[in-house]
Antibody, heavy 124, light 108 residues
Framework: QVQLQQWGAGLLKPSETLSLTCAVY????????WSWIRQPPGKGLEWIGE???????NYNPSLKSRVIISVDTSKNQFSLKLSSVTAADTAVYYC??????????????????WGKGTTVTVSS | SSELTQDPAVSVALGQTVRITCQGD??????ASWYQQKPGQAPVLVIY???NRPSGIPDRFSGSSSGSTASLTITGAQAEDEADYYC???????????FGGGTKLTVL
């Protein structure tokens, strides 16, 4: 049973860099795309980006210029860095494991394992 | 379009059936996954693929898809089903994930 444990700084000042790490316990590290999702207070979920065990990344176009997701396969960990934060980046940040499947022509993706979330507040 | 659209709020009487929908062009190529989120908790996967339920999810939850619309149906809604529900899929490019805006389900 895969479990995720995440950590990182919870209070940042504007212009600083957000840094979070997520450790993966149990299961196959290479079976997942490792993802970051955030949720501003009172709002919906927003996908930030993903990385596979080989280091290939995809990012939300709206955040791409400020985001770096990296992976350390020796530690079964992956990390998020978001630069030049503002108050708009205040949110609960979740790490999650994404898997895929197909029925021939049709594909599907799903996140069946989630971290507990880290509250990040950006305030001067 | 890379967007998924959900009704902001839906209500259902206790024990009745409710359908929550998600619309988007990418759903013509990808099946949606569905997540339940209760206040202060991380989302929980409830449906993925054609109509698959993870272990531990009650069989009153089911999924379906037609054209550009995916649906989550709860047959015999219970009080504990009151939550926010989000759909999720790849976008039309296949390179990014997108979430619907979420549907707040109230069980009356």
């Amino acid at each position: 049973q895969v479990q995720l444990q995440q950590w990182g700084a919870g209070l940042l000042k504007p212009s600083e860099t957000l840094s979070l790490t997520c450790a993966v316990y149990g299961g196959s590290f290479s079976a997942y795309y490792w993802s970051w999702i955030r949720q501003p207070p009172g709002k919906g979920l927003e996908w930030i980006g993903e990385i596979n065990h080989g280091g290939s990344t995809n990012y939300n176009p709206s955040l791409k210029s400020r985001v770096i997701i990296s992976v350390d396969t020796s530690k079964n960990q992956f990390s998020l860095k978001l630069s030049s934060v503002t108050a708009a980046d205040t949110a609960v940040y979740y790490c999650a494991g994404l898997r895929d499947g197909d029925y021939g022509f049709y594909y599907y993706y799903y996140m069946d394992v989630w971290g507990k979330g880290t509250t990040v507040t950006v305030s001067s | 379009s890379s967007e998924l659209t959900q009704d902001p709020a839906v209500s259902v009487a206790l024990g009745q059936t409710v359908r929550i929908t998600c619309q988007g062009d990418s759903l013509r190529s990808y099946y949606a996954s569905w997540y339940q989120q209760k206040p202060g908790q991380a989302p929980v996967l409830v449906i993925y693929g054609k109509n698959n339920r993870p272990s531990g999810i009650p069989d009153r939850f089911s999924g379906s898809s037609s054209g550009s619309t995916a649906s989550l149906t709860i047959t015999g809604a219970q009080a504990e089903d009151e939550a926010d529900y989000y759909c999720n899929s790849r976008d039309s490019s296949g390179n990014h994930l997108v979430f619907g805006g979420g549907t707040k389900l109230t069980v009356l």
